[in-house]
């Protein structure tokens, strides 16, 4: 990039350099902070300061131009910054000081470019919207956006307020709220960013261009007779869309996630103010999320922990996985899914099962992943994925392949007959996966002659867009068939934690808990309604009973099955199989079949209201808040015993695997974030006077007995 960049150079520091082109006027601020990437901390807003001081200065200045020297343009604040940040005061200030560098910027009297040659996120993208004109490579890997709030954060440099009124409060507060980016010609479309260019050098020519055509440039926002885009600030209009989000982020976490509610309010009340007020009214709201707990448990799990996990960090490694054949057994929806994943990323796969009819869906399923998923490839491009798909139903075809990936139906009888056929013709090097959810892998092992290459790989459905893999070591697998399984899972751009073997392993386990909360409370007569609100109210992705429609019930049946066949330690029946044995009598199996736990009306449903004739009973209490504790405690308990059990290798695996695996509430962080927060003696005693008054399923771990006496936390206090 730098032969595209004209002028002197006349400053420089850590934070960037500032070249000067005297004969044009124009100088050019390329930010080139040490490390991969420019982040927003302490040194940029004194490097940004320093800058402008030495622009500002310079005789003869008509235009800047805004630069990256790193391959991205800016990726936002600071992570480390942000998740240390405690002190409100102190926090605000710097805060209140980038905004001032931002409108120093916009108001300098000289119209101002941002180049973006790469990424802006974040920070980085409202350093963009502070510039007159944004101009990005025309390049799908080129993205802007604001994901601040799935961190638990807010936009914090003005996005807040520059977004709605450049593009209209609708899309803008789609992306805020959403935490949603753009590529960049998606960008364009949607007035994002305002013009695309072919090529660097294109790209600083029309920002030459747009200075000397543009030599008054203001922001609309900055000249007199401004007018929104869309709904203006008190019309009935703008309510409706304030009331609406407000209703959508309510449906969606009933206020478990404060950012999205504190980001609403940010836009809401600037929106009435003037451009200056706006601004402090979201640095305040900013520094009220980005101190809060929540913002901390949030950060170290969904970006710490999660990105530990994908650099696969204290796991081992293999140079060559010598994996290039890939067979799936069965072409259900899984199957189907996984053989689309794995040919996307270039392996041959053949998909193998016992049914024409079956295979003739796998096909179709692939076909519409191709014209959906692959929709960006064009028709060659989509060809080419699904030529590398083969279809059979003979086990012969499999002779040579490198990795078996099982995911016949969840009968431990089934799976050591394919186990025992396959074995037979696959390569003698290969790796026998299982794709069960709960299964031990040890006693699925027992059908095979090689037990040291026989693992779990528990994906998530839907395969194509669930990101995480539930790894699972049998008594036996070495660690080599460990690496190279990570070695396949880093290549198809999935998420691996790792976990022991042991009955339902970590994810199916937990969420079972949850699951069959939910129907004992329906069993002792809680109201359905208000089972599903304490979910929302908790945070859980999606609500029980809603997770059991969508499964189907027979699913739900068949896991207690196994449960009772397969898991220790359970204790007398739960009272809730006899709602799930009803509900299989009168045909309400779930949303497949047109009624379950919900009526189904078109695209509307609606909690069936005969449940309530299903209950034993009438419970002495209820409410919101118990049934809220009932639900998230049987999964901590769940959590104990997982940890006791030591199915649970690294504290990071639990917390990303609730979260990215079964929906645990993120704003949370994770179960053992979640323990953390109350403190472990609380977590104990309500334990306790849960196993006291519910059911013994309830009673507290050793491990968690032990830590809790000991004063013990699972993850450093911040």
Known sequence: MSETIVGEVVSESAFGRVHFDAAAGVATLVMQMPGRANTIDQTFIEGLGGALDRIQALD?????????????????????????????????????????????????????????????????????????????????????????????VIPGGGATQRLPRLVGLQPAMEMILQGQSRRAPKALQAGFVDALAPDAEALFAQARAYIAEHPKAQQPWDQKGFRWKGPRPGTDDARGLFMGAAAMLYKKAAGAVPAPEMALRAIQEGMGLSFDRALEVEARYFTHVAVSDTAKDMIRTLWYHRGAAERHEGLPSVADPAIARVAILGAGMMGAGLAWVAASKGYEVIVKDIAEAALERGRAHCAEQATTRGKHLGAEGQQAILARIAWTLDDAALAGVDLVIEAVVENDEVKAKVTRAVEAVMSPAGIFA????????????????????????????????????????????????????????????????????????????????????????????????????????????????????????????????????????????????AVLAKLAELGRMGKASGKGFYEYEGRTRHLWPGLRELASGTPARTGLELIRDRLMYAQIAEVGRAL??????????????????????????GPLSWMDRRGLPRVVADLRALADTVGTRYTPAPILVRMAERGERFFPAV
């Open 60 to 152: 003869g200045l008509r235009g800047i131009i805004v630069a990256s020297g790193h391959k991205d343009f800016c990726a936002g604040a600071n992570i480390d910054m942000l998740y240390q940040a405690r002190d409100a005061a102190a926090f605000y200030a710097a805060t209140r000081t980038l905004g001032a560098l931002f409108r120093r910027l916009e108001t300098g009297g000289v119209p101002v470019v941002a180049a973006l040659t790469g990424s802006a996120l974040g920070g980085g993208y409202e350093l963009a919207l502070a510039c007159h004109h944004r101009i990005a490579l025309d390049d799908a890997r080129v993205q802007v956006g604001l994901p601040e709030v799935s961190l638990g």
């Open 434 to 577: 299982s794709n069960t959810s709960a299964i031990p892998i040890t006693h699925l092992a027992q059908a095979s002659v090689r037990r040291d290459r026989f693992i779990g790989l528990h994906f998530f459905s839907p395969v194509e867009q669930m990101p995480l893999v539930e790894i699972v070591m049998g008594a036996d697998t070495s660690e080599d068939t460990l690496a190279r399984s990570l070695a396949f899972i880093r290549r198809i751009g999935k998420l691996p934690i790792v976990v022991n073997d042991g009955y339902g392993f970590f994810t199916s386990r937990v969420f079972g808990a949850y699951l069959m909360e939910s129907v004992e409370l329906v069993a002792e007569g809680h109201d359905p309604v208000l089972i599903e609100q304490a979910a929302r109210a908790a945070g859980m992705a999606v609500p029980p009973l809603k997770v059991f429609d969508e499964v189907s019930l027979s699913l739900g049946e068949h896991a207690m099955a196994q449960r009772r066949k397969f898991a220790k330690d359970q204790g007398p029946p739960p009272a809730g199989l």
């Open 644 to 669: 006791e059990d030591g199915v649970v290798r690294q504290y990071r695996d639990a917390e990303v695997g609730a979260i990215f695996g079964i929906g645990f509430a993120p704003a949370t962080g």
